[in-house]
């Protein structure tokens, strides 16, 4: 055997232990995801406890009827991760796309008790509980995961705006509307952990890795 040969084959043999040291490595390595939305004052500085740390906004409490015509609060999704996102069942475009990846988020944690979906409508006037139980239907959304909600539009775009930071953007016929394709991903304590694009296959695909990372977060601080 010509020494080229043997250096090519020598390579050749080389390559699968490389590249099994580096996905041993990266299983290893963990990182903790960042908080979104620090609290500022009134001239936009930002707000430190007394150990100097940032303070962080939470999404603030609510309660609303979901597909079930069931109440549905803040305060029974504490204590679980969810993914949150804003909609309305007769967008023609964005929202279907978005809702089919929403799909691929509730497969990969199905049977994840400490993961819901969280869908608000921004048409509630038109989105009622049956509205929205023939829209998850369309999806096999699990109404004991994937929670698609309506109430008072005043409170759902308060939430969005102040809860969750999405513009309002003018819809011809609509005095205000919010059409966001962010997908949020909530942590337990109420704190926005990433913001993605859901209508975006390769962002979801780090959504679902992200939420992984969030358990394990939390898998190791017991």
Not at 95 to 102: E, R, Y
Not at 104 to 130: C, G, Y
Request: proline share 4%.
């Amino acid at each position: 055997m010509s020494n080229t040969k043997a250096l090519i084959l020598g390579i050749l043999l080389l390559v699968p232990l490389l590249i099994f040291i580096f996905i041993g490595s990266f299983g290893e390595h963990h990182f903790t995801l960042r908080k979104y939305f620090p609290q500022v004052t009134a001239t936009g500085e930002v707000v430190r406890n007394a150990e100097g740390d940032t303070l962080f906004n939470q999404v603030p409490a609510f309660e609303l009827i979901s597909q079930q015509g069931q109440k549905v609060s803040q305060n029974e999704l504490d204590g679980n991760i969810y993914v949150a996102d804003f909609f309305f069942a007769t967008c023609p475009d964005i929202c279907k796309q978005m809702s089919s990846q929403m799909v691929r988020v509730q497969e990969a944690f199905l049977d994840e008790e400490q993961v819901k979906i969280v869908s608000f409508t921004v048409n509630p006037e038109h989105d009622t509980p049956e509205v929205l139980r023939e829209y998850g239907e369309r999806y096999n959304a699990d109404p004991t995961k994937w929670y698609f909600l309506t109430g008072d539009r005043d409170k759902i775009y308060d939430l969005a705006q102040k809860g969750f930071y999405l513009p309002v953007m003018k819809v011809e016929g609509q005095q205000d509307f919010i059409h966001s394709e962010k997908f949020m991903l909530v942590d337990k304590n109420r704190y926005v952990r990433g913001i993605y694009d859901g209508t975006d296959k390769e962002d979801v695909d780090r959504l679902i890795l992200e939420i992984k990372v969030l358990l394990d977060e939390y898998s190791k601080s017991k």
